[in-house]
């Protein structure tokens, strides 16, 4: 059945880029292999009690052994761009806070492996340069708490950009600096595992710089590369429109998990009431003359992450204290993401939820995709991660069926088009992810691949919507 704004056969623009998104530590494995060093995700998946069932990365999908079938299958599929994201273990594994140390030629030989079979298969590869496994000598110094991990990240990214960056189509800096900065550092569910609100901010700070020194890097090693950031934006709306408290309550969330990021990036200035909402907890003096202008840099896209709608409310402080920061699964978490939001709570919303526990509503990108359109005019904008984790149903054909996900994947693409349509200028999109992985605090509880991987044989076999996202990335166009 057609939903209503889906109707089959709506067509994207030409040129419009159809690809898939992983993570390194989610896929790679070999953590003891070409050179590498431990991560902050290897010190906390091997922390008992961090990851579900004590699963860590070491092995994963084995992608560092068989990424020339993974990109066979790629091609297979028809995508034509593929996200993936350098560990900068691989790269620099001696880095310290004070010198970047030798570069590590057989984690460059990877990488640069990698992107050859892509560009034979006809794939534009999309680099992103942290997805949150920040090597684990730099946490032992203080992590992104530390303005020094900030400055070796820039160096690091010089070195990627100068080794790939003749061959690269898009280079995206930091991956959901949200989440490394307040699941690592405040709520503690992500590596680092801290909950300490004001290194948090310190940590948000120092990822908008290191963001700002790492596009200036790229621009400088790779000028034929496109330059973007990856922003896990919260579509966030009042459960009253008319009540001031709940009003508020989403201009409270909406700064720490936005416009703390958007504001400085784009227009190289902190959100007043950011800053006036936290002093408590923080005086921002970790942020110094000059940063904010090396954190604005001119940039060539944005790219959205987008997965579930939020409804805040002002919180009085009766009711049941558990139900508070909403149902995302996170429920042991020592700490709360949320700093000096004790009067904000998350609604849980009726209506459907994907197997995390998120919600489901697609008209929330088609908001963020039309609200980055007017914030960052003349800049491109991807769709650089969306899909959902879903349980397997598996047939007496051994494929799954995952009509839910094919459903939602079609209706967050119908919600892409809306935003075409109003004028915003997307120009790919990604779907998360080409594989089952590790699903960080989660471990291999939760697929959100549209390719199931068997963890035991490593076997690879496309579920149903990786046959229909062929067939959209096939005919440019929603199929039936
Ligand atoms: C992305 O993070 C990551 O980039 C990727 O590595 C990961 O595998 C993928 O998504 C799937 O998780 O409480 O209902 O409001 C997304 C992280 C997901 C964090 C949504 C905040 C809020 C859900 N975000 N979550 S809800």
Redesign the pocket.
């Known amino acids: 059945a057609e939903t209503p704004g889906a109707p089959a056969g709506r067509a994207f623009p030409d040129g419009f880029l159809w690809g898939s998104a992983t993570?390194s530590y989610?896929i790679e494995g070999a953590v003891d292999e070409g050179g590498r060093t431990p991560s902050i995700w290897d010190t906390f998946s091997r922390t008992p009690g961090k990851v579900q069932d004590g699963d860590t990365g070491d092995v994963a999908c084995d992608h560092f052994h068989r990424f020339r079938e993974d990109v066979a299958l790629m091609k297979e599929l028809g995508l034509q761009s593929y996200r993936f994201s350098v560990a900068w273990p691989r790269i620099t594994p001696g880095v310290t806070a004070d010198a970047l140390g030798p570069v590590e030629q057989r984690g460059l030989d990877f990488y640069s492996a990698l992107v050859d079979e892509l560009l034979a298969a006809g794939i534009a590869p999309a680099v992103t340069l942290y997805?949150w496994d920040l090597p684990q000598a730099l946490e032992d110094t203080g992590g992104w708490a530390d303005r020094r991990t900030a400055e070796r990240f820039g160096e690091y990214a010089a070195v990627v950009a100068g080794a790939l960056g003749d061959r690269v189509r898009t280079f995206i800096t930091l991956?959901?600096p949200w989440?490394a900065a307040y699941?690592g550092y405040a709520s503690g569910v992500h590596a680092p595992g801290r909950t300490e609100p004001a290194a948090a901010l310190a940590a948000v700070h120092h990822l908008n710089l290191a963001h700002g020194l790492a596009a200036r890097a790229v621009r400088e090693h790779a000028p034929s590369a496109e330059v973007a950031v990856t922003l896990?934006l919260g579509w966030f709306r009042p459960e009253d429109p008319a009540s001031a408290g709940d009003v508020d309550a989403a201009r409270r969330v909406d700064g720490l998990q936005n416009r703390v990021f958007l504001g400085p990036m784009l227009r190289g200035e902190y959100p007043a009431d950011v800053l006036e909402d936290t002093a408590g907890v923080t005086d921002w003096s970790f942020v110094h003359d000059g940063d904010l202008a090396v954190v604005r840099q001119p940039l060539d896209a944005v790219g959205l992450?987008y997965?579930?709608p939020?409804v805040v409310r002002h919180w009085d402080g009766s009711g049941d204290p558990a139900e508070k920061d909403?149902?995302?699964g996170h429920g042991a978490a020592a700490g709360t993401p949320w700093i000096a939001c004790d009067d904000v709570q998350?609604v849980s919303l009726p209506g459907p939820r994907t197997e995390?526990?998120?919600?489901i509503d697609p008209r929330g990108m088609t908001a963020l995709l039309t609200r980055l359109a007017e914030e960052a005019p003349g800049v491109d904008l991807y769709v650089t991660?969306n899909g959902m984790?879903a349980p397997d149903v598996v047939g007496d054909d051994g494929v799954v069926h995952d009509d839910d996900r094919i459903a939602y994947l079609r209706d967050h693409l119908a919600a892409v088009l809306d935003a075409v349509d109003a004028g915003a200028p997307v120009r790919g999109y990604f779907v998360?992810?080409l594989l089952d992985?590790f699903?960080?605090g989660y471990g291999y509880s939760k697929r959100?691949g549209v390719v199931h991987v068997d963890y035991g044989t490593q076997v690879r076999t496309p579920k149903d919507s990786a046959r229909w996202y062929a067939r959209a990335a096939g005919a440019g166009a929603l199929p039936a």
């Open positions: 993570a989610q997805h991956n959901e989440c699941l896990n992450n997965y579930s939020s909403g149902a995302d998350f995390m526990g998120w919600s991660e984790a998360w992810s992985n699903e960080w959100f």
